[in-house]
């Protein structure tokens, strides 16, 4: 059984950071990402990095400003959000999956997180 945990959700004025992280237990996953849900939109991807930490890929509206990492020592990944934004505002969740390469879709994630609440102030 894979379980996930997020962490380091909160609530920020706008121009601040934050640092999700995103434990796994369960067995060893490779590709992870990091989606997020506003109230009354649907889930939409933020970013999602490779099993090896060499590749990453963004969604455009948090390109320059949203840093993924992982730690596959610790089997946990990152998500470091700076100049928040209000409209960043969302649940965020994590999602893991044992492809080796990059996945940009939701629907292709096998196992996912509880979700992390992140609310930026204006």
């Known amino acids: 059984q894979v379980r996930l945990v997020e962490s380091g959700g909160g609530l920020v004025q706008a121009g601040g950071s934050l640092r999700l992280s995103c434990a796994a237990s369960?067995?060893?996953?490779?590709?992870m990402g990091w989606f997020r849900q506003a109230p009354g939109k649907e889930r939409e991807f933020v970013a999602a990095?490779?099993?090896?930490?060499?590749?990453?890929r963004y969604a455009d509206s948090v390109k320059g400003r949203f840093t993924i990492s992982k730690a596959n020592a610790e089997n946990t990944v990152y998500l470091q959000m700076n100049s928040l934004k209000p409209e960043d505002t969302a649940i965020y969740y994590c999602?893991?999956?044992?492809?080796?390469?990059?996945?940009?879709?939701?629907?292709?994630?096998?196992?996912w997180g509880q979700g992390t609440q992140v609310t930026v102030s204006s």
């Open positions: 990095i490779n099993w090896t930490g060499s590749t990453s």
């Open positions: 999602a893991a999956d044992t492809s080796r390469g990059v996945v940009l879709r939701a629907e292709l994630y096998d196992w």
């Open positions: 369960g067995r060893t996953l490779y590709a």
